[in-house]
Nanobody
Framework: QLRLVESGGALVQPGGSLRLSCAVSGFTLEYYVVGWFRQAPGKECEGVSCMSSTTSSTYYADSVKGRFTISRDNAKNTVYLQMNSLEPEDTAVYYC????????????????WGQGTQVTVSS
């Protein structure tokens, strides 16, 4: 079965750090573009970061640039999102997703999605 399972979401204070993980199964991660997205209540899904499968190039939304880092461990079939200097505006459900075309922050290109993990940034 093809699955993506996020973990690592938690309640953190502003300025804190969190590392999200996405374990994938049913396909080989190294051949796919992977991305992280988030959605807060009342807001549309926002592309956070993505990584190309062919060049390992990374892309970030302006709102998280310099604070978040996407990475992957192909041997473990796992994607990570390291989040530093967290702000209350980062509060959302975070989803990992994958697709086989170009790296993009547009969610419409992604075919497979995880169930999400809640990140709450509050003092």
């Amino acid at each position: 079965q093809l699955r993506l399972v996020e973990s690592g979401g938690a309640l953190v204070q502003p300025g804190g750090s969190l590392r999200l993980s996405c374990a994938v199964s049913g396909f080989t991660l190294e051949y796919y573009v992977v991305g992280w997205f988030r959605q807060a209540p009342g807001k549309e899904c926002e592309g956070v970061s993505c990584m190309s499968s062919t060049t390992s190039s990374t892309y970030y939304a302006d709102s998280v640039k310099g604070r978040f880092t996407i990475s992957r461990d192909n041997a473990k079939n796992t994607v990570y999102l390291q989040m530093n200097s967290l702000e209350p505006e980062d509060t959302a459900v975070y989803y990992c997703a994958t697709q086989c075309s170009i790296a993009t922050l547009w969610q419409g290109e992604y075919n497979y999605w995880g169930q999400g993990t809640q990140v709450t940034v509050s003092s």
